[in-house]
């Protein structure tokens, strides 16, 4: 069973920083893109940031191009997503998960953990 566990989240100000990260097990981690998705109360879930198996390959939302990178080590079955300039509507609960293809959808996901940007 695939198992999750991401840690990072907190109350930052408006322009910092923060990096999440994602610890993963139960799955053989490098036979799947990892991701990252968020959603805030009232709204859908939105894709952030998705990286591909083997070539580093990433992919980002244009609402966080620019700002965050996502990078992730096959060795240690992790995913980080560090991000920069932060806003808050990027307020929201950050979840980790692993995707067949950065296409589609996550296959599954954990519990997740919430940033919030203040004014």
């Known amino acids: 069973e695939a198992h999750f566990v991401e840690s990072g989240g907190d109350l930052v100000q408006a322009g910092g920083s923060l990096t999440l990260s994602c610890a993963a097990s139960?799955?053989?981690?490098?036979?799947?893109?990892m991701g990252w998705f968020r959603q805030a109360p009232g709204k859908e879930r939105e894709g952030v940031s998705c990286?591909?198996?083997?070539?580093?390959?990433?992919y980002y939302s244009n609402s966080v191009k620019g700002r965050f990178t996502i990078s992730r080590d096959n060795a240690k079955n992790t995913v980080d997503l560090h991000m920069n300039s932060l806003k808050p509507e990027d307020t929201a609960r950050y979840f980790c998960g692993r995707y067949g293809h950065c296409s589609g959808d996550p296959v599954d996901w954990g519990q997740g953990t919430q940033v919030t940007v203040s004014s």
């Open positions: 990286i591909s198996k083997y070539d580093g390959v990433s």
């Open positions: 139960g799955f053989p981690f490098d036979a799947y893109a």
